[in-house]
């Protein structure tokens, strides 16, 4: 696996990516970057004419496979976000059920207090 060093278009702060990386995203400001090297090998793909049916064959299931990887990249990301959003709020609901839980537990003791106290 080749690493290379790619600028972020928003912020230009440097990121590395592998040659396996179609989408890469800046750490410092959080823009997602598509680095075309896929694209990149689908031409040279075309481009080379000295290749054997079988050798282009096999390029063509090596850009498949990093068109695979990298969408399952972006859907594992996507989940992983969706999940923190889930837990977050879960979190939320509770601690809110919570604080309800202890008004209707001081609203139920200090009716029973004023019951005690008339009767």
């Not at 750490?27 to 481009?47: A, F, H, M, P, V």
């Not at 709020?89 to 003791?109: A, D, P, S």
């Amino acid at each position: 696996m080749k690493l290379e060093q790619i600028k972020c278009p928003a912020c230009g702060a440097s990121i590395n990516i592998s040659d396996l990386t179609e989408f890469a995203d800046c750490e410092y400001c959080g823009t997602q970057i598509r680095t075309g090297i896929i694209l990149q090998n689908e031409k040279s793909l075309d481009t080379e004419e000295d290749l054997s049916p079988q050798e282009r064959a096999i390029k063509r299931v090596e850009v498949d496979y990093l068109r695979a990887r990298s969408e399952l990249k972006r859907r594992e990301t996507e989940f992983l976000e969706k999940r923190a959003e889930y837990k977050e709020r879960q979190n939320k609901i509770q601690k809110e059920q919570l604080k309800l839980g202890i008004i209707l537990h001081v609203i139920f003791w200090g009716i029973v207090g004023m019951i005690v106290l008339l009767s």
